[in-house]
């Protein structure tokens, strides 16, 4: 056969050859005599009929062009762009050619395109929604999370590309600030059009030319111009009796946006998580209306896994949202929630606490009940144009939490009550203004918060410290605590080429009180001083902010370097009268460089200081839980922290192999040394004593992660070591402790095939601690999960999962767990049936042990009894 | 220790100043192509299209997609001139989203073409012969956009082109890799019209246009290679986000981390219409 074709090819050749075959030859060249590469030779019959054959010159300028069956004539043409093209009929016989082209200033002809492309296909730099939407996603969160490059972390906060989102917009309004998870977990994936990365986005317009932001925010953008949407679930199971509800409507156009929101279960289900703010606040917070408890209820450990298997609680969550634009570019929006919520915890601990003389056990049986009310809402008024920037907030935090507890030890049974009522305001305002091509900003910060708290203890403890050895009904400690501040700045921000410089000057007040008494209830006239205190404390600084940034072109070097200085006076009034001025500089320098497409290097380093703050200057003893009585009787405490760390990174995305090595080194000098007394009965008192002391850490860390392509399987490894040294006060003695850790975490991915796939991970922890030169108990733990997914049919899964924990203390074989899941969707209605039968084994506890410096905890928490839960949830 | 850090930064500064190394080539013409395509094969209806463009210069051209060309100069405008970052977020908000990110250079001289492409954060090229030597020369013609266009046909990489080309515009150049006919390729499809190729427009430009892509800060690697990474982030991105290094934390989320890929792999399987059905 083959050789029949070659015959036939050959005669055709010869007879080719015979007949018409002309080879033409020669070079081509440019005006002086320079050899032409890349000249376009042409044949044709003619200069209007269609191309024979044709050459292009190479780079000595030579062209060899073959013609099979050449006409008569033979029309040559050779071209180049900015040259003459040259012309020529030849005599239909092989030739060769001399051929020299000549500059023309002829351009060719054009046909335009108008770039109107752009804005036809517009605003698009964006997901389609339609294009990630699963036959499953009902909410946009669903969508959300199959987007490259786009991760929604655990408490519901969006990363992209590694980092947390700025801001969240809906048609370009920033309704929910940091607390989008509302809408994120809410919004029907259906309503939704698109979803807009805005990479490295500026929320701040004034700020836009002059710093640079890595930060991305995302847009929400719906199909109809006004939406009414929302969710609603229902579950109900056993037992005891659960249930579960969720009603979410929301409502959206381009002026006016509204959300709300109510939310119930007691399946262990925490949803306070849609309400937590995840706003990016780069200034820091410092100064701020954070929730102090200074008495608190003994707490079993809780578990390490997940809360669904062992909260037992009973929430109500109500949340109303809304935003106005009342004209270009000023909104305002409320935000307001409540919660609700009832919460058991059971469990037993049993401490043992080693000091240089002696080792203390202790065994505690805890029933506790919490009563959490949390109230809290702010208003914000937004201008947000390119030459000035306002944003006024004002909010406000009310908690009205009351505990009580009942710990059952081998002697006795012992009640208590507590209440942490608290209410705070504070109001934010920034100013940024642009002058010609700097910015100059204001900010002022002021906040008030008031906390009057109480601890009820029944019958009371420390009988020989409160009531000379003899027996008492109940103590109760009883404070009353207050803060206000205020923190001002102005600064300026400049962009000099590669640089970014910003400079910040500012003041800030703080004055904190607290006033408690310790009162047995057979005496009702409080104890003596020692047990009492009327405290006053003024922080006042003066500060002088200035930074650089530096990036290069290629982005292979990245430098940040921070020099701010500080004048900061404190002032404390009452017992243990004190003052203290301090002058702090506190330099800090972070170096990242990429060395080749694989290796990253960076370096960081920073000096810190660290100041007593009230929580910790208080010179009358304190009844901070049951068993323990605190003060401080000392001065201010002065921390000198050093931290220098250094990473190591190896990419291989061919091999698929990612390595990362890092180690840390942490030295922190401080004047005081923190000392507890500790009694037969664990009773414990803390006290603080003035001698320099030092804490070192080391910290090594090496990560690796390998993709197995041919198994679709990824494993991955972690190890971390970690040793520290101080030095301790325990029972008046000075000991020296020591402790190392080492852990090691492993976890493979595999998707064996379309309809099975599986996951594992484990991990070992070994601590060891040591006093002076004797060992302390050693612990090591153990963790391993499991999971199994099947997909029999497009609408239906299957998982079952089983975790396994074990600890060197007990007895390993209660900690089995066993879940098992499905859900079945009716693809046609948008409706998900779900049946979840959690801890099919029944584990009633969950024994873990915890340790730290001198004490080992072997904790057992009572987790929630098996249960099936029954669901249906759609999206509107 | 203040000066200390100066002198580091002065050193850095100056360092970067110089490791600036463009291609100096200037491009005088600009094709501009629309791209029709169907990126899965099986389904009739995923038919797409984006336009692309193509920059000569006498011996060196670049090809490469509209939004891909639009990415690389705002990128390199902000970091030159550190223009206003509000026009640069309006801006890139504004182009659409591309199937092709990647740029092929060919160059006349060496006989060369280079295809560099970005994936995820790594930067790859690989290195081909520019030759195309087997077109097969038709006498029909026709006339696309004013220009006389002739037809020639090729078969490359698993697929039967017909092209029609121009004599009128003395480019031996083409979208894509295609190239080696005497004139400008106005139009080339396959036969199954998966892939196909239409001049929307031609022009010069009033002043030559530089290249904004640095091809040294990427790296040379096997074709083979670069398609396997390519496959690997496609199918399973999930797993090459985090083979390098990015960490996914799906732990409490309602979704579990192996249903996310399963469903992004359903996604990503109807992208199953490679231009190149067999590569060497």
Known sequence: ?876 | MKHFFFTILLLIAWSSIYAQDLQQVAYTYKATYELQFKIDSTDSESIKSEPVLLYLSTNQSRYLSLSQQLKDSLFSTLDRKNRSMAEFSRVRSMIPKTEFNYVIFKSKPENKLVYAEKIFKDKFKYMEDLEMRDWQIKAETKEILSYTAQKAEIEFAGRNYTAWFTAEIPFSDGPYKFTGLPGLILEIYDDQDHYHFTLSGFQKFSKPVAPFLNLNTYKTIAKSDLLQIKENFDEDPISALEAAGVKLDFANSSLSKTQAKRDLSNSKSKKNNPIELITN
Not at chain 1, 7 to 36: F, P, Y
Not at chain 1, 129 to 145: G, H, S, T
């Open chain 1, 1 to 876: 056969m083959k050789h029949r074709y070659g015959l036939i090819v050959l005669i055709w050749c010869w007879v080719s050859v015979l007949n018409a075959q002309v080879i033409l030859t020669g070079t081509v060249k440019e005006e002086a005599n320079k050899n032409l590469s890349g000249a376009i030779l042409t044949i044709s019959k003619d200069s209007v009929s269609s191309i024979l054959a044709y050459a292009i010159s190479k780079s000595d300028g030579s062209f060899k062009i073959r013609i099979d069956n050449a006409p008569e004539k033979l029309f040559i043409k050779a071209s180049y762009i900015g040259l003459t093209t040259f012309k020529k009929t030849l005599e239909r016989k092989s030739q060769e050619l001399e051929i020299q082209l000549r500059p023309s200033s002829e351009a060719l002809k054009e046909v335009v395109v108008k770039s109107e492309i752009i804005q036809r296909r517009g605003d698009t730099l964006s997901f389609s929604v339609e294009a990630f939407k699963d036959k499953n996603d009902r909410v946009i969160a669903d969508v959300l999370r199959k987007m490259p490059g786009i991760e929604i972390k655990p408490g519901g906060q969006i990363h992209y590309q590694g980092k947390p989102i700025q801001k969240y917009y809906i048609e370009g309004l920033d309704l929910l600030e940091g607390r989008y998870s509302l809408a994120n977990e809410n919004l029907a994936a259906d309503a939704v059009s698109k979803v807009e990365i805005l990479e490295n986005h500026q929320p701040i317009r004034v700020l836009d030319s002059l710093e640079f932001s890595e930060r991305a925010s995302l847009n929400i953008k719906l199909k109809n111009d006004v939406t009414l949407s929302g969710t609603a679930k229902l579950g109900l199971g056993a037992t005891p009796l659960l249930w579960e509800a969720n009603v979410t409507p929301m409502l959206f156009n381009k002026k006016r946006q509204f959300i709300a929101s109510y939310q119930s279960n007691n399946t262990g289900k925490n949803v306070a998580n849609q309400v937590r703010d995840f706003s990016f606040n780069p200034e820091g917070t410092t100064y701020n209306i954070a929730k102090t408890d200074w008495v608190s209820l003994l707490n079993p450990a809780t578990p390490p896994f997940s809360q669904d298997r062992w909260l037992d609680n009973n929430v109500h969550l109500a949340s109303a949202n809304g935003i106005q634009r009342l004209k270009s570019d000023l909104d305002l929006k409320v935000n307001l929630s409540y919660l609700n919520d009832y919460q058991q915890q059971q469990g037993s601990t049993q401490t043992t606490i080693y000091t240089p003389q002696d080792t203390v056990s202790i065994a505690e049986a805890i029933d506790n009940r919490l009563f959490i009310k949390n109230f809290q809402g702010k208003a914000t008024l937004e201008q947000n144009t390119k030459k000035n920037y306002l944003k006024n907030q004002l909010e406000f935090n009310t908690y009205r939490n009351t505990q009580r507890g009942m710990v059952q030890r081998t002697d006795a049974e012992i009640a208590q009550h507590l209440s942490t009522p608290f209410y705070g305001f504070k109001n934010n305002l920034d100013l940024y203004k642009t002058f010609g091509k700097q910015l100059v900003r204001f900010s002022s910060n002021t906040g008030f918060s008031e906390s009057d708290q109480f601890l009820k203890v029944r019958p009371g403890q420390f009988e020989d410290v409160l009531n000379a050895g003899n027996p008492y009904a109940e103590s109760l400690q009883n404070i009353e605590s207050s803060k206000l501040y205020t923190d001002n700045s102005a600064g300026m921000t400049k962009m000099l080429g590669k640089f970014t410089t910003t400079l910040k000057l500012g003041f800030a007040q703080q004055k904190e009180s607290l006033k408690s008494a310790l009162v047995l209830e057979e005496s009702d006239t409080p104890l003596g001083h020692a047990f009492q205190n009327d405290t006053q404390f003024h922080t006042s600084e003066v500060y002088l902010q200035q930074s650089w940034r530096f990036k290069n072109t290629s982005e292979t070097w990245n430098i940040r370097l921070g020099v701010p200085i500080a004048f900061k006076a404190f002032d404390l009034e009452g017992n243990n009268s004190q003052n203290l001025d301090a002058f702090v500089f506190e330099p800090s320098a972070y170096i990242q460089h990429k060395v080749s497409a694989k290796w990253e290097l960076s370096v960081s380093g920073n000096l810190d200081y660290n100041f007593g703050r009230l929580e910790r200057l208080y010179p009358g003893f304190i009844l901070t839980n049951y068993r323990n009585l605190q003060r401080y009787n000392a001065p201010i405490l002065e921390q000198m922290a050093q931290n220098y760390s250094a990473s190591l990174n190896y990419r291989n995305p061919i091999k698929r192999l990612f390595v990362n090595a890092s180690y840390s080194y942490g030295r922190t000098k401080s004047n005081l040394l923190f000392g507890s007394q500790i009694d037969p009965n664990g009773t414990s008192i803390l006290e603080a004593v003035v001698r320099d002391n030092y804490v070192n850490s080391h910290r090594f860390n090496l990560e690796a992660s390998k993709y197995l392509s041919r198994l679709n399987t990824s494993v991955k490894l972690n190890a971390s070591y970690n040793i520290s040294e101080r030095e301790q006060l325990l029972n008046a003695a000075l000991a020296k402790n020591e402790n190392t850790n080492f852990n090691l975490n492993g976890s493979l991915e595999s998707e064996l095939s379309a309809w099975l796939s599986l996951s594992y991970s484990g991990s070992l922890r070994f601590y060891n601690s040591k006093l002076n030169t004797a060992a302390l108990q050693q612990l090591n733990t153990q963790q391993h999960n499991a999971e199994v997914f099947l997909y029999p049919w497009e609408n239906q899964y299957l998982s079952l999962g089983g975790e396994y924990f074990k600890n060197s203390l007990t007895d390993a074989n209660r900690n089995y767990f066993l879940n098992l899941s499905y859900q079945y969707t009716l693809t046609q209605k948008k409706i998900d049936l779900k049946l979840v039968w959690s801890n099919i084994l029944n584990t009633k506890n969950f024994i873990n042990a915890s340790s730290s410096e001198y004490y080992i905890t072997q904790n057992s928490y009572v987790l929630r009894p098996s249960q099936v839960l029954a669901s249906i949830s759609f999206s509107f």
